[in-house]
Nanobody, 124 residues
């Protein structure tokens, strides 16, 4: 099964840092755009940062200057380095990606996938 698995969330104090990682598994051979999204109760899921296969990045205004997204095309992974964290950054963070994989009949399957989410809490 094709999956995205996140790791690296946790509890940090304001001003602290966390690094989130996301790895694709299964018969994946390529990822197009990959990104990180966050969601709080009662609110829609919003993009935090995204990165294209050739390294072009986009950030939410609230993340600019504090967060850095990066990827490894060979390993099909994407990371989010979060610095100078604020309480308002508290949310469940999700990895999302456009993935190409081999299907059971060796056909190419293209799809949008989401990780299970990882909790980030910024508090004293």
């Amino acid at each position: 099964q094709v999956q995205l698995v996140e790791s690296g969330g946790g509890l940090v104090q304001p001003g602290g840092s966390l690094r989130l990682s996301c790895a694709a598994s299964g018969r994946v051979f390529r990822a197009d755009t990959m990104g990180w999204y966050r969601q709080t109760p009662g609110k829609e899921r919003d993009v935090v940062a995204s990165i294209t296969s050739d390294g072009q990045t986009t950030y939410a205004e609230s993340a600019k200057g504090r967060f850095t997204i990066s990827r490894d095309n060979a390993k099909v992974t994407v990371d989010l380095q979060m610095n100078s964290l604020k309480p308002e950054d508290t949310a469940v963070y999700y990895c999302g990606a456009e993935l190409l994989s081999w299907g059971p009949l060796d056909e190419v399957i293209a799809g949008r996938y989401w990780g299970q989410g990882t909790q980030v809490t910024v508090s004293w």
